[in-house]
Nanobody, 121 residues
């Protein structure tokens, strides 16, 4: 019903930048919240940042001042600009959408397939 396709991961050195993108498609009525989560080896998945349709954002303390989330509502796309990357940012990053689809009541969570971000010298 909702497909999320991520792009933009890769291998970078500490201090460098990356930009992740995630495009949603399907029978979408609305997407009240879009966000990014990450999961490092041996750790639980954690919220990195989220953004509402109105542009209200939430950011994890560990990325404040370095990462910026934004979205293009017309394109149903969310972005994560990651600056000053650190080795501890290494993880699989997952796009998340809380979306309502046509002919189905309620908002449900959808996940992308994940994109690897590796920060290493």
């Amino acid at each position: 019903q909702v497909q999320l396709v991520e792009s933009g991961g890769g291998l970078v050195q500490p201090g460098e930048s990356l930009r992740l993108s995630c495009a949603a498609s399907g029978s979408i009525f609305s997407i009240p919240v879009m966000g990014w989560y990450r999961q490092a080896p041996g750790k639980q998945r954690e919220l990195v940042a989220s953004i509402t349709t109105a542009g209200t954002t939430t950011n994890a303390d560990s990325v404040k001042g370095r990462f910026t989330i934004s979205r293009d509502n017309a394109k149903k796309t969310v972005y994560l600009q990651m600056n000053s990357l650190k080795p501890e940012d290494t993880a699989v990053y997952y796009c998340n959408a809380q979306a309502q689809v046509y002919f189905v009541s309620g908002v449900r969570q959808y996940w992308g397939q994940g994109t690897q971000v590796t920060v290493s010298s």
